[in-house]
Each structure stands twice: as structure tokens, then as C-alpha cells.
T-cell receptor, first 110, second 119 residues
Framework: GENVEQHPSTLSVQEGDSAVIKCTYS??????FPWYKQELGKRPQLIID?????GEKKDQRIAVTLNKTAKHFSLHITETQPEDSAVYFC?????????FGTGTSLTVIP | SAVISQKPSRDICQRGTSLTIQCQVD?????MFWYRQQPGQSLTLIAT?????????ESGFVIDKFPISRPNLTFSTLTVSNMSPEDSSIYLC????????????????FGPGTRLTVL
């Protein structure tokens, strides 16, 4: 089956700096890679996703890159703000189910 | 996306009892999923619930412990049976709103979760 690894497990950045979270996957059949943000006590919220036919996608301060050859994808948050503080989960899907990473707890220090 | 609700939002239960969690969606969806998330942990898929067929369970989860119903395209229930303190967790349903068939990449959206504490 698929194995998704996520790093780092915790990340602290100063407000305004960039944050990068990386995930690797093992199943070459995976073709959809979403990222979820989960604030304390709340549900995971889809913030951005990328499909296997695209190398990069950007939405305002958030971007995701995908390297299919190396089987890794990354979340980039620029100009971080305190409200970006949350746990972020990556996932990989082969179309039938999702495999989630272990999560990254991001703290943005004002 | 879709509006997804879960009931109850939280409960405290005694060991040996059972709790049924309901998940309601405001639109018809083909695929619904049940996850468990223990404090500070990632999301673990319990089972996939498709209307008109039996749920498909992941390794480590069995129907006798986690029976699931999917009577129609907008509703599902998960029962946690014969509970023990180890079942204390957050249980989340999610839906695939794309309406696509199995085998195509789909977005999942989560319900608000049910926080279960077993004493």
C-alpha cells in the first residue's frame, strides 16, 4: 500500500517568513495530492491540492509543488501570519482512498 | 464543497456501551468515509461507506466493532460497539463530492467530528 511521510513534525517561524512542509509517497499510482489545515478543535479543511499532471499550483500565499519522479510534494506558505498557525496534513490518493501524512504543527511567532 | 453535519458533537460514555454517530450531507454523494483521529495524531481511515453495498473496512477495523450504515446518498452512521477507553478519540466522516466513480482522484471534505470519551 501507499506510505506517506511528512516532515518536519513541528515548525516554528517568525511572522512574515516562509514555511515549507515536505511529503514523500511510495505508490507511483497516486495521482492526487491535497493539503489540509486543521486548527485546534476543528475539522481538517482542504486548502490546496495538486494533480499528477501539474508540477506547481499557487493560490495567493500558498503554493504546492510536485515532483513525480522523486515522489515528493511540498507546501509553501509565504509571508506567514499568526492565523496560519495550525496542523497541516498532506495526503496522497490513488483515486480510491486517501493516505495521510503524520502532520506538521506550524507555529507562527508574532 | 458540501455542508456536512455530525451528531453528537461530543459524548462521554461508559465502558461496554455503544454509541452511534450520524453524518448528514446536504447533497447526494457517492462515497463517504469514516476516520478516527486520536489526540495529536493523524487521520486513520476506518472504512469506506458506499450506498447500496457493505462498507469496506481497513486493516485493524472490523464490522462487529464498527458497524456502518449507508441507507441513502446523504446519510451514514458509524457505531462504536462495546466501547473501551482505547476507543476515546475524535471520529470524523468525510465525503467525496465530485460524484466521480472509484478510480478517479477526488476531493474529500470533512464533517466537524464527534469527540468520544470512554470512561
Amino acid at each position: 500500500g501507499e506510505n506517506v511521510e511528512q516532515h518536519p513534525s513541528t515548525l516554528s517561524v517568525q511572522e512574515g517568513d516562509s514555511a515549507v512542509i515536505k511529503c514523500t509517497y511510495s505508490d507511483s499510482a497516486s495521482n492526487y495530492f491535497p493539503w489540509y489545515k486543521q486548527e485546534l478543535g476543528k475539522r481538517p479543511q482542504l486548502i490546496i491540492d495538486i494533480r499528477s499532471n501539474v508540477g506547481e499550483k499557487k493560490d495567493q500565499r500558498i503554493a504546492v509543488t510536485l515532483n513525480k519522479t522523486a515522489k515528493h510534494f511540498s507546501l509553501h506558505i509565504t509571508e506567514t501570519q499568526p492565523e496560519d498557525s495550525a496542523v497541516y496534513f498532506c495526503a496522497a490518493s490513488n483515486g480510491n482512498q486517501f493516505y495521510f501524512g503524520t502532520g506538521t504543527s506550524l507555529t507562527v511567532i508574532p | 464543497s458540501a455542508v456536512i453535519s455530525q451528531k453528537p458533537s461530543r459524548d462521554i460514555c461508559q465502558r461496554g456501551t455503544s454509541l452511534t454517530i450520524q453524518c448528514q450531507v446536504d447533497s447526494q454523494v457517492t462515497m463517504m468515509f469514516w476516520y478516527r483521529q486520536q489526540p495529536g495524531q493523524s487521520l486513520t481511515l476506518i472504512a469506506t461507506a458506499n450506498q447500496g453495498s457493505e462498507a469496506t473496512y481497513e486493516s485493524g477495523f472490523v464490522i462487529d466493532k464498527f458497524p456502518i450504515s449507508r441507507p441513502n446518498l446523504t446519510f451514514s452512521t458509524l457505531t462504536v460497539s462495546n466501547m473501551s477507553p482505547e476507543d476515546s478519540s475524535i471520529y470524523l466522516c468525510s465525503v467525496d463530492t465530485s460524484g466521480s466513480r472509484m478510480g478517479s482522484y477526488n476531493e474529500q471534505f470533512f464533517g466537524p467530528g464527534t469527540r468520544l470519551t470512554v470512561l
